[in-house]
């Protein structure tokens, strides 16, 4: 008689991260039937979330950020690195940017799209939430740095093309580009994803309103803004003491 022994399956649920992305989207969905006397409560409201696992989050040293930009300059690839550094913009949406996006009258850059890599292809898409869908105000510097970086390729639609073919720039390569800039400025390895915490973190540091904060970086509420970076808003709590003591002080 042939035996069969039970092969012990390895654990293949979900992670704690798509779980609450999962939970977001139903919420989202049960919310709008609700509204629309479809259903009378929303059975998501309210459910207990497994907590989520904190990632070690690193950020650029602000004392390596001009050096950074300088050999991003070197490499001809300044206005995507320094638009990176001012915005803090995922990196499918940075690379999928095209040239309309920019409204230089106004100031603007609209993020209507991203693109990834799937099953070895390049694809476009729309952003994974409605609130990624945005418009943001960008720097004069900015501005004047995009205008300069589409004159060196005026016929073509992407805001940042690939140098090599032209065409829409890899996000695989161009992540290789920014852990060369690391390694050629000394400075310890960061992933491309943490220029977008280095930037919500300085902007924290130096007064940006967390509500604003997080509609520029398009996350669905200031509050998980708040709990992603609650490092860097001590400071903020220190100078907001010491504004409301001196108010205060002025009456004794």
């Not at 409560?41 to 696992?53: D, F, I, Q, S, T």
């Not at 106004?106 to 898409?125: A, W, Y």
């Not at 005026?154 to 032209?166: I, Q, V």
Request: charged share 25%; net charge positive; proline share 5%.
């Amino acid at each position: 008689m042939q035996r069969y022994q039970h092969i012990q399956l390895k654990n293949k649920g979900l992670s704690v991260r798509v779980v609450h992305g999962i939970h977001t989207l139903l919420n989202n969905c049960l919310e709008q039937a609700v509204a629309e006397r479809l259903i009378l409560v929303n059975p998501a409201r309210g459910r207990k979330l497994p907590k989520m696992e904190k990632r070690e989050m690193k950020v650029l040293p602000e004392e390596k950020i001009r050096p950074y930009l300088m050999e991003a300059d070197k490499r001809g690839l300044l206005a995507p690195f320094y638009l990176e550094l001012t915005t803090g913009l995922r990196r499918g949406e940075l690379l999928a940017l095209l040239w309309t996006d920019l409204d230089v009258e106004k100031r603007t850059i609209s993020i209507t799209k991203q693109v990834t890599r799937t099953k070895g292809e390049l694809v476009v898409s729309q952003p994974k939430t409605h609130n990624s869908i945005r418009v943001l105000p960008v720097s004069q510097q900015a501005v004047e740095l995009l205008v300069e970086e589409h004159k060196k390729h005026p016929g073509n639609p992407y805001m940042f093309p690939s140098p090599k073919t032209g065409g829409m720039f890899d996000p695989d390569s161009f992540r290789h580009t920014h852990e060369k800039i690391l390694k050629a400025i000394g400075t310890e390895h960061i992933r491309f994803h943490d220029l977008r915490h280095t930037f919500a973190t300085l902007s924290l540091k130096n007064g940006v309103d967390v509500k604003t904060l997080s509609s520029t970086l398009g996350h669905y509420s200031a509050g998980f803004t708040l709990s992603t970076y609650t490092h860097a808003t001590p400071d903020m709590m220190r100078e907001a003491a010491d504004t409301m003591g001196d108010v205060i002080g002025k009456a004794i």
